[in-house]
């Protein structure tokens, strides 16, 4: 039989919600147990992020860079929508961290979400196909010609980083990126921590649009640099800490 991509599909013998309520109980049973440590190396960059939630306007700067540069489409309704980068409350964004007492303007701060290049990305570890992977610097990434569709990756990523295109996206973009490629009908995508600008030694976009200094991003493993020493000196968090998924991107609060 020839296994094209839809009878490849077929053969999983799994949908998507299949995985949700078997696979991913069984993904996060085992990064929950402490199995799986973080894997950050002594030697190479590990990339992070950290973003000082006070010094954000909410201003939007950073989502509309992000989305501008990487050609992302503006879809409605909003069950269709791709983001890459967007914001939520502290409710949304750090489940069952809250409490009754917790300050008014802490509640209502925004916070900006995004792909957590986690160490243990459980994203990487359900792709059937490896188009989704991680490279040696921590940046998990997408290669959209490998992508069958299947959407493992969004029922295994604990923090809804990732979107599908349900309808073609090249019509939904306005003003494109001609240096920047469009995706197609069929595909997941999602942040990739600016990778095309990381390799010419530029930060990601939303990090030089920023213009209160709210986000900074560098390398983990050096410990000079600043994320190092931001999250030396103030208290940071990461989001859902505990599904062991170790997420590179932090939050100081
Ligand atoms: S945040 Fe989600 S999509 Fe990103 S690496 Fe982690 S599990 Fe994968
Ligand atoms: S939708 Fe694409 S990236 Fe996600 S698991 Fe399936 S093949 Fe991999």
């Given at each position: 039989?020839k296994?094209?991509?839809?009878?490849?599909?077929?053969m999983c013998?799994?949908?998507?919600?299949g995985?949700?309520?078997?696979k991913?109980?069984?993904i996060?049973a085992?990064?929950?147990?402490?199995?799986?440590?973080s894997?950050?190396?002594?030697?190479?960059?590990?990339?992070?992020?950290?973003?000082?939630?006070?010094?954000?306007?909410n201003?939007?700067?950073?989502i509309a860079?992000?989305?501008?540069?990487?050609?992302?489409?503006?879809?409605?309704?909003?069950?269709?929508?791709?983001?890459?980068?967007?914001k939520?409350?502290f409710e949304?964004?750090f489940?069952?961290?809250?409490?009754?007492?917790?300050?008014?303007?802490?509640?209502?701060?925004?916070?900006?979400?995004?792909c957590?290049?986690?160490?243990n990305p459980?994203?990487?570890?359900?792709?059937?196909?490896?188009?989704?992977?991680?490279?040696g610097?921590g940046?998990?990434?997408?290669?959209?010609?490998?992508?069958?569709?299947?959407?493992?990756?969004?029922?295994?990523?604990?923090?809804?980083?990732?979107?599908?295109?349900?309808?073609?996206p090249?019509?939904?973009?306005?003003?494109?990126?001609?240096?920047?490629?469009?995706?197609?009908?069929?595909?997941?995508?999602?942040?990739n921590?600016?990778?095309?600008?990381?390799?010419?030694?530029?930060?990601p976009?939303?990090?030089?649009?920023?213009?209160?200094?709210?986000l900074?991003?560098?390398?983990?493993?050096?410990?000079?640099?600043?994320v190092?020493?931001?999250?030396?000196?103030?208290?940071?968090?990461?989001?859902?800490?505990?599904?062991?998924t170790?997420?590179?991107?932090?939050?100081?609060?």
């Open positions: 039989m296994l094209d991509r839809r009878n490849f599909i077929r013998g799994v949908g998507i919600l995985l949700g309520a078997a991913a109980d069984k996060f085992q990064v929950g147990s402490g199995k799986y440590q894997t950050v190396t002594s030697d190479g960059k590990r990339w992070a992020m950290v973003i000082d939630t006070k010094k954000c306007e201003c939007d700067d950073c860079a992000c989305h501008k540069g990487h050609n992302v489409p503006e879809i409605k309704p909003k069950e269709e929508e791709i983001k890459w980068i967007w939520e409350d949304h964004s489940p069952g961290l809250g409490h009754e007492r917790m300050s008014q303007e802490l509640m209502k701060r925004p916070f900006l979400l995004l957590n290049h986690c160490e459980a994203c990487v570890r359900v792709c059937p196909t490896k188009a989704t992977f991680k490279r610097d940046v998990v990434m997408m290669d959209y010609h490998r992508c069958i569709g299947c959407r493992f990756c969004m029922a295994g990523c604990p923090y809804g980083a990732r979107s599908f295109n349900f309808q073609d090249r019509p939904s973009i306005t003003d494109a990126n001609m240096l920047y490629p469009t995706r197609t009908k069929g595909v997941v995508e999602k942040c921590f600016c990778a095309e600008r990381l390799v010419k030694g530029e930060l976009l939303c990090v030089e649009a920023c213009r209160n200094g709210a900074h991003f560098g390398d983990l493993n050096d410990p000079n640099s600043e190092r020493k931001l999250m030396e000196s103030q208290p940071t968090i990461q989001r859902s800490a505990s599904m062991g170790f997420p590179n991107v932090y939050y100081i609060i």
